[in-house]
């Protein structure tokens, strides 16, 4: 503690008298230059999407969508991918119209990720757009809602399909050019699913473990050659996934669940996307206590995290049951 008068100090012969009134000064001015400190460091990060080429497939709705928004306000030129055309025309639009210069007119490159062959010819298209591509946001994905026996296997292929093969497919069309240009960055929207495995999502957190897999790889593989690899695993978001889900049969799920009606805003997830690829972070999740509880629990106790997911098999059961 320093008293009123403050603390006599010997300092290289020099008398020094430290007291609260010149210590505040020296504070305020800490604090100022770590506030300046942060603020260049956030400038020159966001400085790294203006300009940059980013393409995110299934930008048509949900998360997709929202990183369009957000990172053609960070100054990004856009390539959407997806398979509605006019809904890309429409966010076009959107994102042009108060954009004068048209400096950043996104285009729009329509394929279906699910078909292999259409992804490998639909490459070429987003390469000649801008003639090259700075940042890869895989994001198209389907969900699935269904119990493993009364599955048919076709579902299991059609929805690997779409969340794996699909985006595998388009970052190995697409990785040649940034490795002969030793820069890019390729991003994956995965899952909390993608890191632990919960009852009757079989299909759509195989597909999500298959591609934290992949892309974990890639990354080391792939850093040699200057290209930064990041994968993000939200928690349930405020979109059209559980609607669009497909259950055993195939059928559409058609039902906005009350975990995904009460999950994150788009808007949210984009921005923690945009601020991963800004400080190119390799590993993100995004979410609350319970599941980020949870994915600990799946490495740390398993014994305790297979009995909880067995628990949670048997009220679901029970309460369609009822
Ligand atoms: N919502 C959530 O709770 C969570 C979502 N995620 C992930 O976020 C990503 C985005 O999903 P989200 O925005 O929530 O859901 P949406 O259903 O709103 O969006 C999915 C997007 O993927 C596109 N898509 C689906 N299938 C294909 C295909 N075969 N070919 C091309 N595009 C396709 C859709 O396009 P189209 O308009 O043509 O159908 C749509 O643009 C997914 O990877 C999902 O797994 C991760 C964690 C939580
Ligand atoms: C003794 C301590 C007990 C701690 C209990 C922890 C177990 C809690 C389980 C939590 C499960 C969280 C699941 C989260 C799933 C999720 O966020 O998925 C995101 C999605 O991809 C959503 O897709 P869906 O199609 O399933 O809506």
Redesign the pocket.
Known sequence: MLSQAGRKMLYNGTLLEVTYSNLLPLMLGSVGLIILFRLLQSMKERAIVQGAVVVI??????????CARVFHAAGARLVL????KQ?LEELTKELTVNDKKKAHMPHVVI?????LDTVRSSTQEILDCFGQVDVLI??????YRGNILDTAISVDKDVM???YF?PVALTKAILPSMVQRRSGHVVV?????GKIAIPFRSA?AAS?HATQAFFDCLRAEVEQDGIKVTV?????????????AVTGNGSKYGVMDK??AE??E?RA?AEAVLNAVCRRKKDVL?AGLLPTVAVYMRTLIPSLFFPVMAARAKKERKMKAN
Request: proline share 4%; charged share 15%; net charge positive.
């Open positions: 497939t299934g930008a048509s709705s949900g998360l997709g969508k929202e991918c997806g398979r509605n809904k394929f279906d990720l699910a078909d895989n994001n198209a994905g389907i969900s399909n779409t969340n699909g929207i995965s899952s909390v699913q759509y999500k993000i695993s939200p928690g349930y978001i405020r979109t059209n996934l559980s609607l669009n975990s995904t999950g994150y788009p997830v995004v």
